[in-house]
T-cell receptor, first 113, second 114 residues
Framework: SQTIHQWPATLVQPVGSPLSLECTVE??????LYWYRQAAGRGLQLLFY??????ISSEVPQNLSASRPQDRQFILSSKKLLLSDSGFYLC????????????FGDGTRLSIL | AQKITQTQPGMFVQEKEAVTLDCTYD???????LFWYKQPSSGEMIFLIY??????QNATEGRYSLNFQKARKSANLVISASQLGDSAMYFC???????????FGTGTQLKVEL
């Protein structure tokens, strides 16, 4: 069966510090991968998605970036965090091809001080 | 442009009763998929049910069913025999393929009461 791992679960960072959140998927190959952000009490906003190694599409202009160095690894990064980057970050995967449900990791709660 | 709307910010239901959570969408693409997710207070997003635009029958998964009315562009979630553990935020989501990017509604907070 397929599993998705996301870490860390909780992170507190000062403004201006860098960020690296990691997500890995097991039990499948060539998945589509996604990063979402959820502000408190709000819905999910798609930040990035990837259909293959090195292929990243950005949905929202911001100071975040994403990379996919390996088939089942997806990384969300920032060089300098802003207060507005606080939120709940969720990674998700789906099988490629056709319309399929996305399956989510447990999320990272990011607080910027 | 694609749009998905959940008009109920909060709903209450008594245990063992059925409840309907509303979702409407707007797209000109004839091929699309509709999803419902549950988000408990712990934060994880749990996939509940899926309806494809070409599916002839309404989707069902255990106590969950999707009331799909294509002409009205609505995809309401029906939860039968509510349980206390159903208390959570529920999101409707929508994709027209193309990488399976999901657009989420704003969610409905459901509280199940004794």
């Amino acid at each position: 069966s397929q599993t998705i791992h996301q870490w860390p679960a909780t992170l507190v960072q000062p403004v201006g510090s860098p960020l690296s959140l990691e997500c890995t998927v097991e039990g499948t190959s060539n998945p589509n991968l996604y990063w979402y952000r959820q502000a408190a009490g709000r819905g999910l906003q798609l930040l990035f998605y990837s259909v293959g190694i090195g292929q990243i599409s950005s949905e929202v202009p911001q100071n975040l970036s994403a990379s996919r160095p390996q088939d089942r690894q997806f990384i969300l990064s920032s060089k300098k965090l802003l207060l507005s980057d606080s939120g709940f970050y969720l990674c998700a995967w789906t099988r490629s091809g056709g319309v399929r449900p996305q399956h989510f990791g447990d999320g990272t709660r990011l607080s910027i001080l | 442009a694609q749009k998905i709307t959940q008009t109920q910010p909060g709903m209450f239901v008594q245990e063992k009763e059925a409840v309907t959570l509303d979702c409407t969408y707007d797209t000109s693409d004839p091929s699309y998929g509709l999803f419902w997710y549950k988000q408990p207070s712990s934060g994880e997003m749990i996939f509940l049910i899926y309806q494809g635009s070409y599916d002839q029958q309404n989707a069902t998964e255990g106590r969950y069913s999707l009331n799909f009315q294509k002409a009205r562009k609505s995809a309401n979630l029906v939860i039968s025999a509510s349980q206390l553990g159903d208390s959570a935020m529920y999101f409707c989501a929508f994709t027209t393929g193309g990488g399976n990017k999901l657009t989420f509604g704003t969610g409905t907070q459901l509280k199940v009461e004794l």
